[in-house]
């Protein structure tokens, strides 16, 4: 079985950057489909980014393309989320999570483990 472990949230200000880490333990990482979601407090969860098991395929809410980066290092067993240009409406919890199958889906439902949320505050 699969335990994720998110790492690198904190607090920034607006226009900063962090790096949010997910670590996998097991064998199977390789060959997952990983995602990031947030949820704000009052708020249902939501898609950030999903990157396919090579890596070579990733996916992006509107909100965050061309700011967050996702990535992985299989060698690592970890999913990466790179944050730039932070506006406080990216404040949230962050969630990594995995799912077999190859679809880069958005649906929160459709990823069986979750790692266990690292906050991010961004302040104006």
């Known amino acids: 079985q699969v335990q994720l472990v998110e790492s690198g949230g904190g607090l920034v200000q607006a226009g900063g950057s962090l790096r949010l880490s997910c670590a996998a333990s097991g064998r199977t990482f390789r060959s997952l489909t990983m995602g990031w979601f947030r949820q704000a407090p009052g708020k249902e969860r939501e898609f950030v980014a999903a990157i396919s098991w090579s890596g070579h395929s990733t996916r992006y809410a509107d909100s965050v393309k061309g700011r967050f980066t996702i990535s992985r290092d299989n060698a690592k067993n970890t999913v990466y989320l790179q944050m730039n240009s932070l506006k406080p409406e990216d404040t949230a919890v962050y969630y990594c999570?995995?799912?077999?199958?190859?679809?880069?889906?958005?649906?929160?439902?459709?990823?069986?483990?979750w790692g266990q949320g690292s906050q991010v505050t961004v302040s104006s």
């Open positions: 999570a995995a799912r077999g199958g190859s679809r880069l889906s958005s649906e929160h439902r459709e990823y069986d483990l």
